[in-house]
């Protein structure tokens, strides 16, 4: 059970309450932008091979927000995502 104190909440429910989330390869969201960070532990996403960042996550429907599997299993009751295989 995760705690509402957790380090890694701060008002995330504003913008990924109840969103709809899909598990994918990491695709930037913009050409310029070459990284994401996950939305609540901020571990990184990339496209490249880099030691320590992830290559997939789940994502929301425009690629916005990115959430790892670790938070995304911590967090999916709280914020009741649905999930889009
Ligand atoms: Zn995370």
Do not use: P
């Given at each position: 059970?995760?705690?509402?104190?957790?380090?890694?909440?701060?008002?995330?429910?504003?913008?990924?309450?109840?969103?709809?989330?899909?598990?994918?390869?990491?695709?930037?969201?913009?050409?310029?932008?070459?990284?994401?960070?996950c939305?609540?532990?901020?571990t990184?996403?990339?496209?490249?091979?880099?030691?320590?960042?992830?290559?997939?996550?789940?994502?929301?429907?425009?690629?916005?927000?990115?959430?790892?599997?670790?938070?995304?299993?911590?967090?999916?009751?709280?914020?009741?995502?649905?999930?889009?295989?």
């Amino acid at each position: 059970m995760i705690d509402k104190n957790d380090w890694r909440l701060q008002g995330q429910e504003k913008y990924l309450k109840s969103v709809s989330l899909t598990f994918k390869s990491y695709s930037k969201y913009r050409e310029e932008w070459d990284h994401d960070h996950c939305s609540f532990c901020n571990t990184k996403f990339m496209e490249q091979n880099h030691h320590g960042t992830l290559h997939e996550g789940y994502a929301t429907d425009d690629n916005y927000h990115w959430v790892c599997t670790k938070c995304f299993n911590d967090f999916k009751d709280m914020f009741e995502w649905k999930v889009d295989f």
